[in-house]
């Protein structure tokens, strides 16, 4: 081989490494939206649901994505490749925050104009291992909030009606406000879990494929 044969041929397989690199991240993060969109309400009579990714989630995905693109954190191949994985990034990490972050309330507005901020962290890191790092703290703290603390809230949130005094109705109404807790069965949080898994495994994903080409 010829040193002309090897550029042409070394660039077609590099095209080709990006190609199945955006392919198999792509993969995990279409597994995410797909994991994270269903809802299975723990009452009432919708047994099942897909629900995709509302506005605040959408918007925080498109900061997030941008954040870890600045530090290197999620690669984006040039030409067509490129809006291709961003287009899923996007989705995928959006996902991330529809299940993370807690039903709309107060406490929901709250949390992501915190989130919104926490991006700046992310984005001021030095390199890719940084701002992961600083992403998954706030993946964390939006877990404990999600599962530990809204459930307790709303169990521990009630008062009895004394005669006239109608305690339980404004409680309701103040709960509802401060955050409008809809409660799932094990099962779809089981699912939401393996989203927020599957976005691991894409960032992991690129990184080992990235490695080996």
Do not use: K
């Not at 290197?72 to 287009?87: D, M, Y």
């Not at 709250?110 to 992310?122: D, F, K, M, N, S």
């Amino acid at each position: 081989m010829t040193p002309d044969d090897a550029g042409p041929r070394g660039d077609v397989a590099a095209r080709g490494a990006a190609r199945r690199q955006v392919l198999a991240t792509s993969l995990w993060l279409a597994a995410a939206v797909l994991l994270g969109g269903l809802d299975l309400p723990a009452r009432g009579f919708e047994a099942f649901r897909f629900a995709p990714f509302g506005l605040v989630a959408g918007l925080l995905g498109i900061l997030y994505v941008y954040a870890l693109s600045v530090r290197g954190a999620i690669r984006v191949p040039a030409g067509w490749l490129g809006v291709l994985a961003v287009a899923y990034w996007v989705a995928g990490t959006a996902t991330a925050f529809r299940v993370l972050l807690p039903p709309p309330g107060l406490l929901q507005v709250g949390l992501a104009l915190g989130v919104a901020l926490a991006a700046g962290v992310v984005a001021s890191r030095r390199d890719a291992h940084g701002a992961l790092t600083a992403a998954a703290i706030v993946v964390a703290l939006l877990a404990v909030l999600r599962v530990g603390l809204v459930p307790v809230f709303e169990a521990r949130s009630e008062l009895p009606d004394w005669g006239p005094l109608r305690l339980g109705g404004a409680v309701d109404a103040l709960r509802d406000l401060v955050v409008a807790y809809a409660p799932q069965r094990p099962a779809a949080e089981a699912l939401h879990f393996g989203a927020v898994a599957c976005i691991a495994l894409a960032f992991r994903t690129q990184f080992v494929e990235n490695a080996e080409a």
